[in-house]
């Protein structure tokens, strides 16, 4: 069975994170690879519904989802989790997760500036907020703790989804993960 490992793609919404782990998912199936994209949206449609967004259930939401990326990876899978994780205290939680129970774990920070996550605005959050209609917005009224030394830090604004993958693959061979 191959070695299995969590790659845990941080940033602010519209980011890239979700499309950055989908492209990095063919790029692994196809060296034989098993994957699983645990997307944070989908994860609070089904797993995590019952949080909200204080600082508190945020912290859980990445508790939970940490869980089950450290038992995929620690089966042979490959755990891509595009996730915001605004805290950083949160993130180092899911990393001493892995850590304690010996399985590969990989942060990478796809550092994209607000304003371009703005332009993006994938879901339409920015506008939302931008209104009034939602408050809370990871990086415009609620916080985003960068992390300080990730493994790997994208700058998704100024290179392509193929190139970012890429990126993420060729750190994921070098430590035997790929």
Same mark, same amino acid.
């Given at each position: 069975?191959?070695?299995?490992?969590?790659?845990?793609?941080? &940033? %602010?919404?519209?980011? =890239?994170?979700?499309?950055?782990? /989908?492209?990095?998912?063919?790029?692994?199936?196809?060296? =034989?690879?098993?994957?699983?994209?645990?997307?944070?949206?989908?994860?609070?449609?089904?797993?995590?519904?019952?949080?909200?967004? #204080?600082?508190?259930?945020? /912290?859980?939401?990445?508790?939970?989802? &940490?869980? %089950?990326?450290?038992?995929?990876?620690?089966?042979?899978?490959?755990?891509?989790?595009?996730?915001?994780?605004?805290? #950083?205290? #949160?993130?180092?939680?899911?990393?001493?997760?892995?850590? $304690?129970?010996?399985?590969?774990?990989?942060?990478? /920070?796809? $550092?994209?500036?607000?304003?371009?996550?703005?332009?993006?605005?994938?879901? &339409?959050?920015?506008?939302?907020?931008?209104?009034?209609?939602? #408050?809370? %917005?990871?990086?415009?009224?609620?916080?985003?703790?960068?992390?300080?030394?990730?493994?790997?830090?994208?700058?998704?604004?100024?290179?392509?989804?193929?190139?970012?993958?890429?990126?993420? /693959?060729?750190?994921?061979?070098?430590?035997?993960?790929?």
């Amino acid at each position: 069975m191959s070695t299995g490992a969590t790659v845990w793609l941080t &940033g %602010l919404p519209s980011a =890239g994170k979700t499309t950055i782990a /989908h492209e990095l998912a063919g790029l692994l199936r196809a060296d =034989g690879r098993r994957v699983e994209v645990l997307d944070g949206d989908e994860i609070r449609a089904v797993l995590t519904a019952d949080l909200g967004f #204080s600082r508190a259930d945020r /912290h859980t939401n990445v508790q939970r989802i &940490g869980f %089950l990326a450290e038992l995929l990876a620690r089966n042979g899978v490959t755990a891509l989790v595009p996730v915001i994780a605004p805290y #950083s205290d #949160s993130r180092e939680a899911v990393r001493k997760r892995h850590e $304690a129970g010996g399985t590969a774990y990989v942060e990478v /920070h796809v $550092a994209t500036p607000v304003e371009v996550c703005s332009a993006r605005d994938v879901k &339409g959050l920015y506008a939302k907020q931008a209104a009034g209609e939602i #408050s809370g %917005l990871t990086g415009v009224d609620d916080p985003y703790e960068e992390p300080v030394a990730p493994d790997l830090r994208i700058e998704s604004h100024t290179q392509t989804v193929v190139e970012s993958a890429a990126a993420v /693959h060729q750190l994921l061979a070098e430590r035997g993960l790929a």
